[in-house]
């Protein structure tokens, strides 16, 4: 199994540009979920799902959209980069969002300018 | 709102000195309590995780424990090794969101 995957590690946007952060994961999990980590922070929650089709907000959600086609898939979408979003972005899954255990990707690390 | 928080925030100990990371929450109200390592510039490795209904957990020289009514749990590291140094984060379940703290900055010297 590969785990949790992210695409790509790295990223330079310019401020107004759009992207898309891939996520996917091999374990047949149910949940997923994104996280943005800063310095002093922590990891705080964007957007996460339960389920294929199914998605809601997490504590810092602005600026960015979701969706989930697949059970493998949750892309994360920057609709119009702000230098505020430049942190780095963590993917995670679980079976459930109750008394799993969660698997997190290896990160994107992205820079708006 | 959910509110973890991690003391200390940095800890500098001696190889082979046993020793103990904490975790406060202020909702207890939680389904389960998750401790990871992240390695710099690496991503978040899963050390344990206690149910709700559990006190504790332990794997290898690591042992945690929770105490849901007052809001604390402990992560106590035995005998430490310089392979040890790295940021140790919690993270409390509550609904479907999971909670982190800030994290304890481990450094284990020869």
């Known amino acids: 199994n590969a785990g949790v995957t992210q695409t790509p590690k790295f990223q330079v946007l310019k401020t107004g540009q759009s992207m898309t952060l891939q996520c996917a994961q091999d374990?047949?999990?149910?949940?997923m979920s994104w996280y943005r980590q800063d310095p002093g922070m922590g990891l705080r929650l964007i957007h996460y799902?339960?389920?294929?089709?199914?998605?809601d907000q997490g504590e810092v959600p602005n600026g960015y959209n979701v969706s989930r086609s697949t059970t493998e898939d949750f892309p994360l979408r920057l609709l119009s980069a702000a230098p505020s979003q430049t942190s780095v972005y963590f993917c995670?899954?679980?079976?459930?969002?109750?008394?799993?255990?969660?698997?997190f990707g290896p990160g994107t690390r992205l820079t708006v300018t | 709102k959910q509110e973890v928080t991690q003391i200390p925030a940095a800890l500098s100990v001696p190889e082979g000195e046993n020793l103990v990371l904490n975790c406060s929450f202020t909702?207890?109200?939680?389904?389960?309590l998750q401790w990871f390592r992240q390695d710099p510039g690496k991503g978040l490795t899963s050390l344990l995780l206690?149910?709700?209904?559990?006190r504790e957990q332990t794997s290898g020289r690591l042992n945690a424990s929770l105490d849901k009514s007052s809001g604390r749990s402990t992560l106590y590291i035995a005998a430490s090794q310089p392979g040890d140094s790295a940021t140790y984060l919690c993270?409390?379940?509550?609904?479907?969101?999971?909670?982190f703290g800030t994290g304890t900055s481990l450094t284990v010297i020869p």
């Open positions: 995670a899954s679980s079976y459930g969002s109750g008394s799993y255990e969660q698997y």
């Open positions: 374990m047949n999990h149910e949940y």
């Open positions: 799902s339960v389920g294929a089709g199914i998605t």
């Open positions: 909702d207890s109200a939680i389904y389960n």
């Open positions: 206690i149910q709700s209904s559990q």
């Open positions: 993270a409390v379940i509550t609904g479907n969101q999971f909670y």
